[in-house]
């Protein structure tokens, strides 16, 4: 391999670290816009059927926008994941994440 192939593979690896962010970038963009469409019903949800009062309501979904948001960083880990499924085949799952930068600090 001489030295023009291997700038054009670097080139390549460049370009396309550049399109896998980009991409990484609308999807969490478009998470967000997906929880704040969500978030009214939330807010329905935990003021009329849960009993909470306007202001708690309001800053439960904002809350889970904001979580919603931080999930969907690039620096997030994952820490653990089961899945069970039970023998009527409704799955039920647990995930926990912990940010990279507080996972090594």
Do not use: C
């Not at 909470?52 to 999930?71: D, E, K, P, T």
């Amino acid at each position: 391999m001489n030295a023009a192939e291997g700038s054009a593979r670097s080139l390549a690896s460049t370009e396309t670290h550049a399109a896998l962010g980009n991409q990484w970038r609308a999807l969490r963009r478009a998470a967000t816009v997906v929880s704040l469409l969500a978030s009214p019903a939330v807010y329905v949800w935990l003021h009329d059927h849960v009993g909470w009062s306007v202001g708690w309501s309001i800053a439960a979904a904002l809350g889970l926008v904001i979580v919603m948001r931080g999930a969907m960083d690039p620096k997030v880990v994952v820490r653990h994941k089961h899945y069970f499924v039970p023998a009527s085949m409704t799955g039920a799952g647990m995930i926990v994440m912990e940010n990279q930068a507080s996972a090594t600090g």
